[in-house]
Structures are given as C-alpha cells and as structure tokens.
C-alpha cells in the first residue's frame, strides 16, 4: 500500500483514478486507464477498499492509495470511475474533501457514469454544466448545477461523461486538458 506523502516524485505525470469498493464500471475503468497508460501516465487507484475493488462483472483492481491518505498535491488530475457501486459515494466526506481539493487547485477533475453526482453532491458543480447517467434526485442548497443532456460535457478542468458508451471521448478530453 501506498501512502499519499510518498507519491510526490511522481506529481507531474501521475493521474489518481477513484475506483467504488464494489461495483465499479469494469468497461469504463479498461478504456480509461488503457489510455492513460498509452500516454505515459502512471496510474494510482485510490479507494476506501482496505486491498480490492470488484467491477460489476466480478474484476479484480488493487487499491493503491487508501482513499483518507490521497491528496491532489501529489497528483496532476483525478478521475472517478462510475457504476452502480457510485451511489454509496453520494454523501462521502472524505471523498467530497479529495474533490474539493482538485477543484480548487485547477487541475483535472473527470467523472464518468454515475460518479458526476458525487461532485454535484460535493458542491463542486455549482454554477457549472455536466452530464452524467442517471440524476441526483434529493438536491439541497449549494448542490446545483447545470445538467447538460449530452455525452460528455466540459466546463474549465472539469469533465463529465454520460455512460461507458462516452468513455473514449471523455478520456481524450481528459488528455486535452492535462496537456495544456
């Protein structure tokens, strides 16, 4: 296991990839790390798993990062793989605090399926556009965005993408902007 302090030598071409402890979209996390890889980034799960993830079809992903000891610091963007194991993510503080953190340094913050309602929830969203597969439908105050029916939507650093049908295009978005 990798702790967050430990992970700085690898700050500018690193990516930290949230992966739901159980149910992820195995399609979604496949396309998008494939990518990442091919473009010379390296990969870092985090999760609140204590050592696996299990995709909804039964994958097997190592966690790398425990999801309390992961910091933006240490990472050029962050991406949140979704699925139906996505939801249970809605309320989690620790994970809205990670976000929170990318949000406000500017870097790349991508979510995928389901994981968009995440931020949403975390109030990163407000007053920006996104897409994502299904809606959140208990919104309180400060939680608002603009919900764009679209594939994938893009405003500033952060991309969202609709469903793994949207995964290639949201992951060569998520390339364009880590390269400016």
């Known amino acids: 296991m990798i702790y967050g302090d430990e992970l700085n030598s690898f700050r500018i071409k690193s990516v930290l990839i949230f992966v739901p402890a159980t149910d992820f979209n195995e399609q979604e996390y496949q396309v998008i790390c494939q990518a990442l890889k091919q473009h010379g980034y390296r990969i870092f799960i985090t999760s609140d798993a204590v050592t696996c993830c299990t995709g909804s079809n039964g994958m097997k992903v190592r966690n790398d990062v425990l999801l309390a000891n992961a910091r933006a610091a240490n990472f050029h963007a962050l991406i949140l793989i979704g699925g139906y194991g996505s939801a249970a993510y809605y309320n989690n503080t620790v994970l809205h605090r990670l976000v ?81």
């Open 100 to 180: 929170k953190q990318f949000g406000q340094t500017n870097k790349v913050l991508g979510a995928i399926c389901l994981a968009p309602n995440i931020l949403l929830k975390a109030g990163i969203l407000r007053g920006r556009r996104y897409t994502a597969f299904g809606q959140v439908t208990t919104i309180t105050a400060g939680e608002t965005g603009n919900y764009i029916d679209s594939p994938i939507v893009a405003d500033g650093t952060i991309i969202t993408g609709r469903d793994s049908n949207a995964a290639n295009e949201f992951i060569t978005f998520c390339l364009q902007k880590m390269s400016n």
